[in-house]
């Protein structure tokens, strides 16, 4: 999870300004990772045990189900972004991504510890900042319920600890492992090109008075933006070359973009936005007395955390996703290893107090966001939602008994049953071969017909079947949103000829 540089020096060697994360080798990141992420990834557990499913969860799991149960990786397409499907397709199963997800919670826990290491803060207030931190509703959630987010969040503060490298002690290889490792965080979310973007920008107000010549701040701005864009600029070409676009991947289900279309539009949308973080922001109030106390004792560096805001503003004002738990993850994590190395021990208690009123905070005034008020109310109260219940039985009465692609189903919308089910065997999809076939004319080569009354942009079965059933089938049974239409024998398929 942990990125690191060659040639360390020696512990015995460290000095308060040394580079970050080169002073150990990499299985001493590793183990403390796994150490640190033991407890998260028992949690995450849990809730996979009480079948809390997140949204992002449950597309994951339909298309890795997918590309295992077919044995095709490449039936997921160009899915963006694929690192947490590439990671999933190896054991797909909520469990899985429980612990895929502690353990980058883990290693980010394992960097601010480290981070906190070279602060003068006495060891207490330091394991209770960090235990605190790591206890955020938000940061948890997305260690258990949200694993592309929280692998973007880990990559941020990677990248963020190379960039202090780069800025603070004019190390170019950090500088470029940071755009590197903006690079793999684009592969898990699209806001890692923006942050690259945004690092870039800020880079030039760091540099000495002998380096403000035009061409110097440009090279040290390419530094950081180039491996980012470069990764953006693959996946682009390899999209081109195999499906002709360049950018229909960001349209995908999986991956939300809603880019605005006109300058109303943005005005709009950027109010919007503006209103929302000003409600988020009260969730965050450990990020905001850090903020103050870096620009009281290094005013310079408070630039870098005040620039978080406005990036994560703009990620969203560009229709790019970025969640409410995302946002008070990130906030508080970059401002945790953002704390000033000369920082009084006298402003301890006041940390610990922020963090600890953070907690009650998102816990008892959970932030807006559905699915992390679901997910907290379903812990304090240890009982698993009873929609959530219902979904998984209805879905596991549909595939109960059901011979292989016999549910003929659009996964824009089935992507929730596809996960609940636990398999995509009996399920055909629109990856699937001969699936335009039986769209055309289902009588007679599948036993059910799935469609949903609030269909997802693109379910061509919805779209298809929305007004009349399939000739040959009848309605069976509803569930929520869903029409069951199962084939009638006594009814005779329509003629092909």
């Known amino acids: 999870m942990v990125s690191v540089a060659s040639s360390p020096p020696l512990p015995s060697q460290r000095q308060p300004d040394a580079l970050r994360l080169v002073d150990r080798r990499w299985y001493e990141h590793l183990l403390r990772a796994i150490g640190f992420g033991i407890p998260v990834i028992a949690l995450g557990l849990a809730s996979a045990s009480l079948g809390l499913l997140s949204n992002q969860h449950a597309h994951i799991l339909d298309k890795a189900f997918l590309a295992h149960d077919t044995g095709r990786l490449e039936s997921i397409g160009f899915l963006y972004p694929p690192l947490p499907f590439l990671l999933a397709v190896i054991l797909p199963s909520p469990w899985a991504l429980a612990v ?24 207490i207030t330091r394991s209770l900042l960090l235990a605190g931190t790591i206890a955020t509703p938000s940061l948890l959630f997305l260690a258990s319920q949200q ?111 809603t880019l605005p279309h006109s300058l109303a539009e943005l005005s709009v949308r950027a109010w919007d936005v503006t209103q929302q973080m000003v409600h988020e922001l009260p969730h965050a109030p450990l990020f905001l007395g850090i903020f103050l106390l870096v620009l009281r004792y290094q005013p310079r ?31 508080t994590v ?25 907690i009650l905070v998102n816990t008892l005034v959970s932030p807006p966001a559905t ?90 079965v919805s779209a298809r079947y929305a007004i009349t059933p399939p000739p040959g089938f009848t309605l069976r049974t509803t569930w929520g949103e869903w029409l069951v239409y199962a084939h009638d024998p006594a009814m005779p398929c329509p003629s092909t000829s």
């Open 100 to 123: 895929i997800g502690g353990l980058a919670a883990g290693a980010t826990a394992w960097l601010l510890w480290y981070g906190l290491q070279r602060t003068t803060l006495d060891p």
């Open 147 to 257: 694993i592309s987010d929280m692998l973007q969040l880990h990559l941020f503060l990677v990248s963020w600890f190379y960039y202090l490298n780069f800025i603070r002690l004019r190390h170019t290889w950090s500088g470029f492992t940071a755009g590197l490792i903006l690079g793999l965080a684009f592969f898990a979310g699209f806001s890692a090109l923006i942050a690259a973007l945004a690092l870039a920008f800020l880079t030039p107000l760091f540099s000495p008075p002998e380096d403000q010549r035009v061409e110097a701040r440009v090279a040290q701005a390419l530094v950081i933006l180039f491996p980012a864009l470069w990764a953006a600029f693959s996946w682009g070409y390899t999209s081109w070359t195999f499906t002709g676009h360049w950018l229909d991947y960001l349209t995908d289900p999986t991956a939300p973009v």
């Open 301 to 331: 560096g408070a630039i870098g955390l005040g620039t978080l805001i406005p990036v994560i503003w703009l990620i969203r004002v560009l229709g790019f996703p970025f969640g409410t738990a995302l946002t008070i993850a990130t906030l």
């Open 334 to 358: 970059i401002a945790v290893a953002g704390i000033s190395r000369r920082i009084s021990r006298r402003w301890g208690p006041v940390l610990v107090a922020l963090v600890v009123l953070q």
């Open 371 to 460: 699915e992390l008020r679901a997910w907290i109310q379903a812990l304090v109260h240890w009982q698993q939602p009873p929609t959530a219940q219902a979904e998984r039985q209805f879905a596991r009465s549909l595939v109960d008994t059901m011979p292989p692609h016999h549910i003929l189903a659009d996964d824009r919308s089935a992507y929730r049953l596809v996960a609940q089910a636990g398999t995509a065997q009996p399920f055909l999809l629109p990856a699937d071969q001969g699936f335009d076939q039986v769209l055309a004319q289902p009588c007679g080569r599948v036993h059910i017909v799935l469609v949903s009354r609030m269909p997802a942009p693109g379910d061509r």
